[in-house]
């Protein structure tokens, strides 16, 4: 009689049932003990999820497929940087932290300097956004941090409370909640900011001190939150989009008398120093529905296995731009209809015809290859798919994915015969994220490399001193003599055309390499999420038994006894992070090996005939759930 082994349990199963559950160490000790193991034990939809589940990493993000495990590894020490213009302290940067000779010559600081308050504090921070004048960031604990100046085009004192909407932060403030509301995602607008939150909920931020949830039973099953210049949208998991205005209309009038009703003199002495404390309320109010998809024909006909439904969404200056599980890019113009008057006007052309306008020049493999930028430079691959959406200001992006990824830009003013814009450098070079700001571009590959083009824009490119740069480097000037004029009119250097890598550690020698996991911009700053790939750490004091028995292992991650779990506070069912999910037995973990007569233990090669090998893997099992499920511009 055959016994059953847990080799001989489907890959599905063991994925989605339970890898999840196991502990590292239980993982680093399976990974060893097959070609098999190993194999499944890096599957990057695993790591995903790890991180998702110990690090409160936003599911949806960016274009990214794999490197999750890299992610995962990193994620104890990430860092912050930030550059750009410094008015509005909108980089966070302390007095000390900012080279003032810089900033005098160039208006800004032209390479990424790190906000070393997270790292020094041990705060994760795993999302980070730009506004128009600020950033707006969240840590894997759920928290919102923020800095800057949510909306410049009011006045407050330094003195005023964190509810005035034109309260500086010039370096980094932890938002407080006193009910312990914990976030997921947030995204940002130009003066405004929403935040989706653990329970599913939306809130909005006109202030950093007195946001709203808002309240309306639309918006009881939320997935995805985005923002545009002055608006905020939501897609739902049945895939409807709602959005609202914050600062017009019926919403911004609630708010304003919400505000009048609640204003109470500033006491001294309540607020402490780098903490907004919260005064959350909720808002009953009505988002306004995007059209339905209607009669749009889904390319993948009886093949469906689901009904044809937008999955991603992002939002720029005036519209909506939409992705559905058919790869299939769309857009739909809102106008500026946050007054009464435009709310109404909106919603009645919704019902009398407008609709979203689908985009074959951004969707389909064919239509895109006949563009001229591809019939002379890199194909376009047969069966190319468009698998994320980013939008910002006036321009939006649709990506594909992998070796031979596709970036395609477009403009508000694109209809469905218009042909996208196409920078050939960021073709087959898999780009996940574009990022934009006024007159600055900057796109994020999937091997951890931030690329920067455009106008130099108070030092917003990134690419360095333009007067330490030789003559001729992106970003600094052409000639000495053009320098050497520069330096005596404070002229900045020209345009950067060809997208160019940004050096995180910008004139160091011997700087240990670096992987940008993240990027945001906007106006003229830019942030990125960065880590250290050789940064120099205290030996654990336990690791796991060596993987080197399979060929071409990956050393197994350290584990620490006395910190067992990572940290975050999201797990699949709501407990503690680490508390382990009743009902599923723990996997032992058991190091391969014997102890020998003085104690020591001796490390032995695992008996592989006792799994099953290499090719009992189901091909193409690590592709699944690769379709799972803004810009504001500063002054």
């Given at each position: ?7 001989s ?10 890898l ?15 070609r ?35 992610l ?19 980089l ?5 932290e ?24 041990g ?6 956004t ?55 995602s ?40 985005a ?49 907004i404390?919260?005064?959350g ?87 895109v ?6 019939q002379?430079g890199?194909p376009?691959?047969?069966d ?20 031979s ?56 490119l ?14 600094g ?12 009119t404070r ?44 940064e ?48 599923v ?27 099953m ?22 002054d």
């Amino acid at each position: 009689m055959s016994t059953a082994s847990l080799s001989s349990l489907p890959v599905e199963v063991l994925l989605d049932n339970l890898l999840d559950f196991l502990a590292l160490a239980d993982l680093a000790h399976l990974s060893a003990t097959s070609r098999f193991f190993h194999a499944l034990c890096n599957d990057d939809i695993l790591w995903k999820r790890k991180l998702i589940e110990d690090f409160n990493y936003p599911r949806v993000l960016d274009a990214r497929t794999s490197g999750y495990k890299l992610l995962y590894k990193g994620m104890k020490q990430p860092k912050v940087y930030a550059w750009g213009s410094v008015e509005n302290g909108r980089l966070g940067l302390s007095a000390q932290e900012i080279n003032r000779s810089v900033v005098r010559a160039f208006g800004g600081v032209p390479q990424p300097v790190e906000l070393e308050f997270f790292s020094q504090k041990g705060i994760q921070i795993v999302q980070l956004t730009a506004g128009g004048w600020s950033f707006n960031a969240l840590d894997s604990t759920g928290t919102l941090w923020v800095w800057g100046q949510l909306n410049a085009s009011v006045f407050a004192f330094n003195g005023d409370p964190f509810s005035h909407p034109g309260r500086r932060a010039v370096v980094p403030h932890r938002i407080n909640f006193s009910d312990s509301v914990k976030f997921r995602s947030v995204a940002s607008g130009r003066s405004q900011f929403s935040a989706l939150d653990s329970r599913g909920s939306v809130w909005t931020f006109r202030s950093w001190g007195r946001p709203y949830r808002l309240v309306s039973p639309h918006l009881a099953r939320v997935e995805q939150i985005a923002c545009g210049w002055d608006f905020s949208a939501a897609l739902t998991a049945t895939g409807e989009v709602y959005i609202w205005w914050p600062g017009n209309g019926e919403f911004a009038r609630v708010g304003d008398e919400h505000e009048a009703a609640e204003a109470r003199p500033r006491q001294p002495g309540r607020e402490r120093e780098g903490i907004i404390e919260a005064t959350g309320w909720e808002m009953s109010a009505e988002p306004l529905e995007l059209p339905s998809l209607g009669s749009l024909e889904d390319p993948r006909g009886q093949a469906a296995t689901e009904p044809l439904k937008i999955v991603q969404i992002a939002c720029g200056t005036d519209f909506v731009v939409a992705l559905t599980n058919a790869n299939q890019v769309l857009k739909i113009d809102v106008g500026e209809g946050g007054g009464d008057d435009g709310f109404q006007m909106l919603r009645q052309s919704f019902r009398t015809g407008r609709r979203w306008v689908y985009l074959p020049l951004f969707s389909e493999a064919k239509r895109v290859a006949m563009l001229p930028a591809f019939q002379s430079g890199k194909p376009v691959p047969e069966d190319m798919r468009i698998t994320h959406v980013s939008a910002q200001f006036n321009t939006f992006v649709a990506y594909s994915t992998g070796s031979s990824s596709v970036v395609l830009m477009g403009t508000s003013g694109h209809g469905p015969d218009m042909s996208p814009s196409v920078v050939p450098a960021l073709q087959h070079r898999n780009v996940i994220s574009v990022v934009l700001g006024d007159y600055h571009r900057a796109a994020l590959t999937a091997q951890g490399e931030l690329l920067t083009w455009g106008s130099f824009s108070s030092g917003a490119l990134g690419l360095g001193d333009p007067y330490k740069l030789e003559p001729g480097t992106p970003g600094g000037f052409r000639t000495i003599g053009e320098r050497d004029r520069g330096q005596r009119t404070r002229q900045t250097p020209p345009e950067v055309e060809e997208p160019t890598p940004v050096n995180f550690h910008f004139g160091q020698e011997n700087a240990s390499p670096t992987f940008c996991f993240s990027a945001a911009a906007a106006g003229w700053h830019v942030g990125a999420l960065v880590l250290d790939l050789e940064e120099k750490r205290e030996p654990p004091r336990v690791t796991v038994a060596s993987s080197s028995a399979v060929e071409g292992a990956e050393p197994p991650l350290e584990h620490d006894p006395e910190d067992p779990t990572m940290p975050g506070s999201f797990t699949r069912n709501g407990s503690a992070a680490g508390t382990r999910v009743r009902g599923v037995p723990p996997f032992t973990g058991a190091r391969i090996g014997q102890h020998t007569a003085d104690g020591r233990f001796e490390p032995q090669e695992p008996d592989l005939t006792r799994a099953m090998g290499l090719y009992g893997i189901r091909l193409g099992y690590p592709a699944r759930g690769v379709l799972r499920g803004a810009h504001p511009r500063g002054d």
